[in-house]
């Protein structure tokens, strides 16, 4: 049996008197688009920063591909193939698009110091920034300052920067947050494409149209705690998860 590329076991995050994340332990295999859900201050985001290094556990392991990252650095978790957006997207909005993803591609040149003095903007370098570019749609807005983008175009941005970094694995923190209906489709195509082409997608999401459509199985949090696991139509019908999201009221309307 294959190993899972990312296993979470017994993971939590402390703040003083609060718990954040309370002893989560899931895991996503390779290929896998895995959804995590739950209602706002769930944990979810504080997981993803666990993950990516962003906070230390408070108790708790997470391994990545065998090899236990937890409390390592961010930049350390990147280097490792692991890329991330943000729910609030802030490219550098003086830089154009293209330099936006040229900045992300500097995890392969700032690992070791000889490296900073070396040129970084090559014409390789800009081939290979295009690239992913023309992968999430915006190629021909390459030159664009990127503080002039509409809303859809940033989100695709932040995949861009992100993919930049992912070479196994990426994380995507409510990507779909604020665009209308044709825009969301066309992430969710975008999304399907980047795991046909090999890599494995943890996301966060609040649409649960969305994340019921594209995820291959739903973890759900609430209140710091794993209150469900399955795929979507377990998930789907779970009556902990409907009282979770709508109450024990709206859980009778739910279906």
């Known amino acids: 049996m294959n190993r899972p590329l990312l296993e979470i076991t017994g993971l939590s995050k402390h703040f003083g008197g609060l718990r954040a994340v309370d002893g989560v332990s899931f895991d996503i295999r390779r290929g896998e688009i895995l959804g995590l859900l739950g209602p ?7 997981c993803f920063n666990l993950i990516s290094g962003v906070y230390k556990p408070t108790a708790g392991q997470i391994s990545f591909d065998g090899q236990r990252t937890d409390g390592l650095a961010p930049h350390v978790i990147a280097g490792l193939g692991i890329g991330r957006t943000f729910q609030i997207v802030k490219p550098f909005a003086h830089l154009t ?11 392969a040149h700032y690992r070791h ?11 390789a370098e800009r081939r290979e920034a295009l690239s992913l570019l023309e ?3 915006l190629s021909e807005l390459a030159d ?34 604020g665009l209308r209906h044709e825009e ?14 090999g890599l494995t997608v943890l996301l966060i999401e609040h649409n649960m149209r969305v994340a019921m459509g594209l995820c291959d199985r739903l973890i759900v949090l609430d209140h710091g705690r794993k209150l469900a696991e399955g795929r979507p139509a377990e998930v789907r019908a779970s009556e902990a998860v409907i009282e979770a999201y709508l109450g024990r009221k709206g859980s009778a309307h739910a279906a």
């Open 40 to 46: 706002n201050g769930a944990g979810k985001t504080v």
């Open 97 to 107: 698009v293209l330099e936006n993803v040229l900045a992300a591609r500097g995890i």
């Open 113 to 123: 110091l000889p490296k900073i003095w070396s040129s970084w903007k090559t014409s």
């Open 135 to 137: 992968r999430v749609g």
């Open 144 to 177: 664009r300052l990127a503080g002039l983008l509409p809303l859809g175009n940033l989100r695709r941005l932040e995949i861009a920067r992100a993919l930049a970094v992912a070479r196994t694995l990426l994380l995507l923190d409510e990507s779909f947050s």
């Open 184 to 197: 969301i489709t066309q992430i969710e195509a975008l999304i399907r494409s980047i795991r046909a082409d």
